[in-house]
């Protein structure tokens, strides 16, 4: 019988699988990360996000999670104009962590 929608996959996040190496690595060079309080304020004001589906907090979530896949791709959307660094209440530098991002990413 179709009920008209399914069933989705767990959301669930297997933090044991991820690898958290590079996680903690970033959040020790920039432990303001840690004071971002998710406002919002940073994707609401972005450029890149108001023509392309960029979202800085979607990056920042997925790599204190671990889950770098397609990572890369969703860093080359970011202008590097700086908005996000303008207007954030706890003054994280966002510009200088997408870059380090981007390096790192590189690398990898």
Do not use: W
């Not at 304020?41 to 770098?68: D, M, S």
């Amino acid at each position: 019988m179709n009920f008209g929608y399914t069933i989705n996959q767990p959301r669930a996040i297997n933090i044991d699988k991820n690898d958290m190496t590079y996680s903690k690595q970033l959040l020790r060079e920039y432990p303001m990360l840690q004071t971002c309080i998710a406002c919002g304020n940073c994707t609401a004001t972005c450029t890149a996000g108001n023509i392309t589906p960029f979202n800085f907090r979607k990056v920042q979530t997925l790599v204190r999670r671990g889950e770098y896949a397609g990572m890369r791709e969703e860093l080359d959307k970011c202008m590097l104009c700086g908005k996000c660094r303008l207007i954030c209440p706890r003054g994280i530098n966002t510009r200088e962590i997408i870059i380090t991002l981007k390096k790192h990413l590189t690398k990898k």
